[in-house]
């Protein structure tokens, strides 16, 4: 049966003789050796290892907080784009609509007091707006009459709800002070397939 360890005998011979301590210590110096390297370094490095995980992930819940705070904002402004795009492509005729506008003309001009017997449609020219290619359409009539006339109906293209615009030709009255020029509303025409969604978003 091996010999009890007793820590007080080994007090009293490492006194008298330090050769007596030196092997308990190196055990004790072996075992924490022994200790740290296959319990507490690998246990060390796995804790590092989840710190680091344990910080991704949290920078991770960091960018998709943030993405879903400015979410509500993204939406508004689709909504807002949205809302402009349609109230831009209800300002404009379609395509099919050329005649419709040839009407509104007269029906402009007959407001103004402006006799007109037809309205005659202009070439077509083609207008690229970003990605969109639509056309510019004017139509004409001739006009004999005052000042206060043209000015009225210039005024009532200028309230228009479609896109009306006409360019003001040099006026020069004849021998009887009326003015006799040739004058030419135009619109805009977008065609019948046009998205509904924004240019940016097609």
Same mark, same amino acid.
């Given at each position: 049966?091996?010999? *009890?360890?007793?820590?007080?005998?080994?007090?009293? %011979?490492?006194?008298?003789?330090? %050769?007596?301590?030196?092997?308990?210590?190196?055990?004790?110096?072996?075992?924490?050796?022994?200790?740290?390297?296959? &319990?507490?370094?690998?246990?060390?490095?796995?804790?590092?290892?989840?710190?680091?995980? %344990?910080?991704?992930?949290?920078?991770?819940?960091?960018?998709?907080?943030?993405? =879903?705070?400015?979410?509500?904002?993204?939406? &508004?402004?689709?909504? *807002?784009?949205?809302?402009?795009?349609?109230?831009?492509?209800? +300002?404009?005729?379609?395509?099919?609509?050329?005649?419709?506008? &040839?009407?509104?003309?007269?029906? +402009?001009?007959?407001?103004?007091?402006?006799?007109?017997?037809?309205?005659?449609?202009?070439? =077509?020219?083609?207008?690229?707006?970003?990605?969109?290619?639509? *056309?510019?359409?004017?139509?004409?009539?001739?006009?004999?009459?005052?000042?206060?006339?043209?000015? =009225?109906?210039?005024?009532?293209? *200028?309230?228009?709800?479609?896109?009306?615009?006409?360019?003001?030709?040099?006026?020069?009255?004849?021998?009887?002070?009326?003015?006799?020029?040739?004058?030419?509303?135009?619109? &805009?025409? =977008?065609?019948?397939?046009?998205?509904?969604?924004?240019?940016?978003?097609?």
């Amino acid at each position: 049966m091996a010999e *009890e360890f007793s820590i007080s005998d080994w007090l009293k %011979k490492a006194k008298s003789d330090p %050769k007596e301590a030196a092997q308990p210590l190196v055990i004790v110096l072996a075992l924490a050796f022994i200790g740290y390297k296959f &319990l507490y370094a690998p246990k060390v490095i796995e804790l590092t290892k989840e710190i680091k995980k %344990k910080q991704r992930i949290e920078a991770d819940i960091k960018t998709v907080e943030s993405a =879903i705070e400015n979410l509500e904002d993204i939406k &508004l402004d689709i909504e *807002e784009r949205k809302s402009k795009w349609s109230k831009a492509q209800q +300002l404009c005729y379609r395509k099919a609509d050329m005649t419709a506008f &040839l009407r509104r003309v007269r029906e +402009l001009a007959q407001k103004a007091g402006i006799n007109v017997k037809t309205v005659n449609p202009q070439v =077509i020219s083609p207008l690229q707006v970003g990605k969109i290619s639509i *056309e510019n359409f004017p139509v004409s009539f001739f006009y004999t009459g005052d000042l206060v006339q043209m000015g =009225i109906f210039m005024r009532l293209v *200028e309230m228009e709800d479609k896109i009306t615009f006409i360019s003001i030709p040099p006026l020069t009255p004849n021998a009887s002070g009326v003015f006799e020029v040739e004058l030419a509303p135009t619109t &805009l025409l =977008i065609p019948e397939n046009l998205q509904v969604a924004p240019p940016d978003e097609q």
